[in-house]
């Protein structure tokens, strides 16, 4: 695959969980109510990039990145997803589209369902709960070869699991086969995380705040080594993060969140720099910097009050509650995703004609 | 005088494997209407200090030795009753760490204010009055009085840190301590919660300790900077001293390691990890991350100097042998 290239596409992507009902409501027939966790988000990824899903608590930006490694079902909606050329060679027909796009929404066969496990990877936000506590660095990094069949002896096996760690640069390698989870800080437990998603050599990487559970002193280096990763690979990112001043600093195109839709998505710098989307002004005006200055100033974020919940999304754009700018057509109609400059897209009335 | 001045405190657990030294020779003083912000990163002794400051360190842990002195009493001296009674809540009182999911969840928003208050008082207690407090401090933090009724599960995140915020001031203290008060919270309720400290220290001329890992939140409130890395200051200073012109080594490491919204800025790290308190490196504890460590970083501690008015650092650099 060639750089530039789109790898995944989501199309109307939508997860709703169920919500409980209490005996009185089953009883009086009450409709089930659900959490619209995703609730239908469109999206690009091409081939060496680092896209970003940005936003608060609970705007569905883990429940994406599951749905992508396929730890979730999608409620409706597709993930067209482009594997490498040796594995569409043994898809079965009738699985891939004409372009070469499967649908990761779909019930796969076994094998098909195995090799794109191998090629979408997924790093989780706690390096403490994500290893399994009673096996050795090694096995960790060994049970995924396995299952997937690479290497034919252990002698081979030794030795990619030896690159693996070196390469997330915990050296010398040998030091590490041996050691249980809690023997490692816990920058050191995120590198195992990562070589054990990179060690099957994945396409797309799905990494949720990898970062946000360690020191800030060290956060930069896991970073860096991300990035470092890339090189020399056809490999793309999904990477989660609610804070913006880190999505700025790593990824190529940022989509913000909220409530289960995204409302605005481009490159970086016109993201950051050109906001057009209300809540996504308010959330870069609220982003603190290490400025002495600032002490002395208010900093103005101008929105009411915190995000509602996702079980009762309010009606029009989703928005309007706390949106300065409101109008009558706000409250009652969702505005569409438009593009207001190359590549630029943001879903808001003040954007576009009603 | 300053209305708080710590001298050489020392905090120490005293664990089955060890002496654990979590605040080590700390010193710094508070003036009226001041801010002091605490960095550092994670374990490296700040909730402790905070607690050290109310005599609250929860055992195997107690304060070895050193100086609090708030007002002409030294709460090292104190008994425990008496700092209860006379200075906790009503000269200093403090918003814990998690403090917003530690609310209790039977009783409602106008209860827990008011108990918090009687069970800082000696004598007579006059309910009413506590109530009406209550609902004026919810006001000033931006919640209205219809809260007072509410229960904690029916409360934002944001509206409970508001809850405790409130709380913190029930006494009318002098000194309010806030560990970490904004780091559960996303970054639009935070900027609200930091306008409100911003707020609050105006209108009620408080002093107080702002305690975060986040450089940038510090930078947001702080007058005054303390750098924490294993169990002690390193750096202490103006915000301006410390910001625009850090002059130790692991200052200048931790502002290099912040991605900036507003610029792409190459970030750097520090090499290694924090280490454990329990058996810290001889010398300067910063020297198996220190880029410059020297031979007598290796052997002596560094004394703190002071290299400009009021900026003081503890590292070989800046010191004479
Ligand atoms: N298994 C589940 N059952 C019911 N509700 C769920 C489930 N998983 C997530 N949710 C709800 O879906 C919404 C989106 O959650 P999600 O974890 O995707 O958010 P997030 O953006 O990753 O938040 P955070 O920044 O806190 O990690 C939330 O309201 C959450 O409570
Ligand atoms: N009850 C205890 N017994 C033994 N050691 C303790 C106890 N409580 C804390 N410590 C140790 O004391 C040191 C300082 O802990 P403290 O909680 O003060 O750090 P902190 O800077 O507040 O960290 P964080 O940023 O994670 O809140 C740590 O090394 C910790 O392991
Ligand atoms: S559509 Fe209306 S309510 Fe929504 S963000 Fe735009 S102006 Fe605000
Ligand atoms: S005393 Fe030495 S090791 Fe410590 S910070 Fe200064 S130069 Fe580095
Ligand atoms: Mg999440
Ligand atoms: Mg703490």
Not at chain 1, 18 to 35: F, M, T
Not at chain 1, 73 to 91: A, H, M, Q, W
Not at chain 2, 13 to 23: D, E, F, P, R
Not at chain 2, 83 to 94: D, G, H, N, P, Q
């Amino acid at each position: 695959m060639v750089n530039g290239e789109i790898i995944l596409k989501a199309k109307g992507l939508k997860k709703y969980f169920g919500i409980r009902r209490s005996i009185s409501e089953v009883l009086a027939r009450k409709p089930p109510r659900y959490v619209k966790a995703v609730d239908g988000i469109d999206f690009d990824i091409r081939v060496g990039e680092v896209f970003c899903l940005v936003g608060e608590s609970g705007c569905g930006k883990t429940t994406t990145g599951r749905m992508i490694a396929r730890l979730l079902p999608p409620t409706e909606g597709s993930l067209l997803y482009k594997p490498t050329r040796e594995t569409l060679n043994k898809i079965p027909p009738g699985y891939a589209d004409k372009d070469g796009y499967v649908d990761l929404s779909r019930k796969l066969p076994k094998k098909l369902d195995k090799l794109l496990r191998q090629e979408i990877q997924i790093v989780f936000q706690d390096p403490f709960g994500s290893l399994n506590p009673r096996m050795t660095v090694y096995n960790i990094l060994k049970e995924p070869l396995i299952v997937h069949n690479i290497g034919s002896t252990e002698s081979e096996r030794r030795e990619i699991i030896y690159r693996a760690l070196t390469e997330v640069k915990l050296t010398p390698p040998e030091q590490f086969f041996e050691r249980y989870p809690h023997m490692l800080s816990g920058g050191q437990r995120q590198r195992v995380a990562i070589a054990r998603a990179m060690i099957l050599r994945p396409t797309l990487v799905v990494a949720d705040e990898p970062v946000s559970m360690l020191d800030v002193s060290i956060r930069a280096e896991i970073l860096q080594l991300m990035l470092d990763m890339q090189k020399g690979r056809n490999l793309s990112y999904v990477f989660i993060t609610h804070d913006l001043a880190v999505a700025n600093y790593l990824c190529s195109r940022i989509a913000v969140m909220y409530l289960g839709k995204i409302v605005e998505i481009g490159p970086t710098d016109l993201v950051i720099n050109n906001p057009m989307h209300p809540y996504t002004k308010a959330l870069i005006a609220a982003v603190p910097e290490p400025d002495p200055k600032n002490r002395f100033k208010i900093r103005e974020v101008p929105i009411k009050g915190e995000v509602p919940s996702a079980a009762n999304i309010p009606p029009g754009c989703r928005f309007h509650p706390r949106c300065p700018y409101a109008m009558d057509v706000c409250r009652r109609e969702e505005p569409p995703m438009i593009e207001v400059e190359p590549g630029h897209y943001v879903a808001c009335w003040l954007h576009s004609k009603h | 005088m300053a209305l708080l001045e710590v001298k050489d405190l020392k905090t120490y657990y005293y664990t089955l494997s060890g002496i654990v030294k979590a605040v080590d020779n700390v010193s710094f003083s508070l003036e009226k209407g001041e801010v002091l912000g605490i960095a550092g990163e994670s374990g490296c002794g700040k909730s402790t200090l905070a607690w050290s400051l109310l005599k609250l360190v929860p055992p195997p842990g107690r304060i070895a030795g050193g100086k609090i002195l708030v007002k002409d009493n030294d709460l090292t001296k104190m008994s425990d009753d008496e700092v209860r009674s006379k200075i906790r809540w009503k000269t200093i009182s403090m918003i814990f760490q998690g403090a917003m999911n530690s609310l209790h969840p039977m009783y409602n928003v106008g209860e827990q204010l008011v108990e918090a208050l009687r069970y800082h008082s000696s004598g007579e207690f006059d309910e009413e009055a506590a109530l009406n407090k209550a609902a004026e401090l919810l006001e000033d933090v931006g919640l209205s009085k219809d809260m007072l009724r509410r229960y904690p599960h029916e409360l934002s995140g944001g509206q409970k840190q508001r809850v405790v915020i409130a709380m913190s001031l029930m006494a009318d203290p002098e000194i309010v301590i806030a560990d970490e008060p904004t780091t559960a919270l996303d970054v639009i309720v935070q900027a609200q919660i930091l306008n409100l400290f911003k707020k609050l220290r105006k209108e009620k001329d408080l002093s107080m300790i702002f305690i975060t890992h986040d450089l940038s939140v510090i930078a947001e409130v702080s007058d005054k900077v303390a750098i924490m890395y294993a169990g002690k200051i390193v750096e202490y200073g103006t915000s301006e001293q410390v910001f625009l012109n850090p002059l130790h080594p692991y200052t200048q490491g931790l502002l290099k390691s912040i991605p900036k919204i507003r610029s792409k800025e190459k970030i750097e790290w520090i090499p290694g990890v924090p280490p454990g308190l329990a058996n810290p490196p001889p010398g300067c504890r910063f020297h198996p991350r220190c880029p410059y460590a020297m031979d007598v970083c290796r052997r002596e501690e560094p004394p703190m100097i002071e290299v400009e008015p009021g900026h003081y650092v503890a590292c070989w650099l800046h010191s004479k042998r």
